[in-house]
């Protein structure tokens, strides 16, 4: 990530909130890659190839970054926020040294996505500790990471200006008789050339009968509906953008249900905006959903996106207020009656008095004739 060292004091500030709040002798943050792995980058700024790594952090500011395998530790040296990197085959095993070392036998231990950690290392840290404490305190970070300073905010929307050229450059290019993954062959190809990290990206070009999946050898045949879900990691931060796309004219069904999905977002959006609780905004769009007939094919409304592609759902459920600062991706998804989905979706960021769209590509069904 290319952030501030303002940006870094500013996280560790919250980490050692955590700390003091909590009374925690010390806070371990888990991160699991290639999917799972935005908690830890946040507080360390490397990315992690592959595998688990886990951060120590103590009341007195010190880190140490931790992983049971030599590469990323090699990689982490060149260049992360840690003030120590160590490699060892059970990382539990190193954590519960350095809490010995420092006198601390029965320490109280926060944990960030304990639901990563390897087992061995939890054993290896309860067996080696058997009077500690383990705290998890995974709600209380996700509200420090879910509330984006303008650094990230700028780096996701770059994130978003790709994506938007992605399918632009895509849009032109669809013909029949181009297979699934020649589309997300050019998609994908666009984003890498401009620095895109990862992506999470799902295509179906039977949209209203089968759920969208990885791309396939099925070739586009006129008369089409394709979705096209794409979503790009850039230096550390996700966007997501949702598009149905038509190769022909789109039937009348369909294009109603697309309107219908996209007169439920903006009605949702006047919900958008600080103070408002999550669960009423999800709550008006599924409602929208249902005035027009349909049903939402989950109640999840969208989620809130940034360092993970999914830091939290949004839904009904969430007990979740909006805040400035905050990103979420707006995606109603209907149900159709043979088995499929028509959805839309895109990135917002919401402000001091209501929100912004980031994503610019219109929300329009795209059609190619």
Known sequence: MSLSASERARRYQGALG??????????IVVGREPASGGQLRYLTNFRLHSGPGGLLVLPDGST???????????????????D???????CGVEIAGELKARGLERPRIGLVRLDLMPVQWYQALTEALPQSQIVEVDAEYLRMTVVKSAEEIEIVERSVEIADGALADVAQSIEPGQTEYEVMARLECFMRRRGIDQFFNLIGSRALQEYCYHPSMRALERGDTMVIE???????????????????????????????????????????????KV?????????????GGRQMWRSDAGHFIGVDLVEAWANRESDVTFQPGM???????????DGGLVLGGETYVVTDTGYRRLNRFSDELVVVS
């Open 230 to 276: 794409i979503s790009p990691q850039l230096e550390g931060y996700w966007s997501h953008l949702v598009r149905m796309v038509g190769i022909g004219k789109p039937s009348p069904q369909v294009a109603a249900a697309y309107d219908l999905c996209r007169a439920a977002k903006e009605e949702s959006l006047a919900r958008l905006r600080p103070g408002e």
């Open 279 to 291: 669960a009423d905004w999800a709550r008006a769009m599924e409602d929208a959903v249902i005035r």
């Open 84 to 90: 120590d990197v160590r490699v060892n085959p059970n």
């Open 18 to 27: 955590i700390l003091q709040r909590n009374g925690l002798d010390a806070l």
């Open 327 to 337: 990103v979420i991706t707006l995606h109603p998804i209907i149900h159709q009656p």
């Open 64 to 82: 140490a970054l931790m992983f049971s395998r030599p590469m990323p530790a090699y990689w982490a040296r060149k260049g992360c926020w840690a």
